[in-house]
């Protein structure tokens, strides 16, 4: 098939994906009936809230692949997955078939503990199907373009952890990064978070290289630092560091918190992280409200390096309000 065929077959995916969306039974999430939902499990088939789609993730990928619908670039074996199912009403007649009359099934405004004990009972231990029948799980895309958002070490080693929201991290470049081949580097860059781990693509031979690249990871309520770090590609040995350095996320998410919705504010600054001794800013990293969305740029200094600086944009978006 051609390049134009691909591109055609694409196009005409994304259109279905879209018509999809717009039947009503679609614009309500498939598991608390919250309106206008903006993400989606790709291999359930079913549109959900923000708030159900941090219980979703952490089913992990094997039982439930999460994607939004305006961030996240989907694939066309996704879109057909989705079109397969025929959305939210096809699939709950197969998850809900028994469910048992007066279940307590989660509303717009349950906990978070409400929507995961329904949403494991769903999909999970699936106790509402047809008796005797039972969906296996999905086997997770062996294609890397598909898992770029964040790998888990094991979906169930983590146990019960409750999401908060979703980190954006757009990684822009590198400046006078450390030689660690003959004259120069090939380096990409790593970013952990909790059990989370995201990199980037490969730059050869370029100590100032721009990625440019987004990485999304999920945070949880008992969130720790992000760690960044950038390593020079290596064919033949292992990978050598070229500098490391951590970005507190609690400035970012402490102003957001504080602010409410971004949507219903215009475009201002709402905190600032300060550069000191004990961070490696290279200087103030303000967080601002840009066009709806929580902001933050920041520049780090590399650690463990003889040299090295790494700019990254961050963005927030709470998956508790």
Known sequence: MSSHDDRERSTSNTRKLKGLMLKSDNRICADCGAPDPKWASSNIGVFICMSCSGVHRNLGTHIS???SVTLDKWSDEQIDSMIEVGGNSYA??????????????PNAHSSYEERA????????????????????????????EHNNV??????????????IGILIVKVIKGTNLAIRDV???DPYVVLMLGQQKAKTSVIKSNLNPVWNQELKLSVS????????????????????????????????????????DPDLLTNMQIGKWLQSNDNALTKDSIINIVDGKVKQEV???????????????????????
């Not at 809900?96 to 007066?102: R, V």
């Open 150 to 163: 964040c790998s888990e070490s094991s979906s169930n080693a983590v146990g019960m952890v409750e999401f």
């Open 299 to 321: 520049s780090l200094k590399l650690q463990k390096a003889e040299c090295g600086e790494i700019d990254l944009e961050l963005e927030w978006i709470s998956l508790t309000q």
């Open 92 to 105: 709950n007649t197969i998850y809900e078939a028994f469910l048992p009359e007066g279940y307590p099934k």
């Open 221 to 260: 309520k008992n969130y720790g630092a992000l760690k960044v770090q950038i390593f020079d590609n290596d064919l033949i040995s292992s990978d050598d560091l070229m500098g490391e350095a951590e970005v507190d996320l609690q400035p970012m998410i402490t102003a957001a918190m504080a602010f409410g």
């Open 65 to 67: 692949k999460v994607l």
């Open 117 to 144: 004990e329904f949403i494991r009972a769903k999909y999970e231990r699936q106790e509402f199907l047809k008796p005797g029948l039972r969906i296996l799980p999905s086997k997770t895309s062996s294609n890397p």
């Open 183 to 185: 004259r120069s580097s």
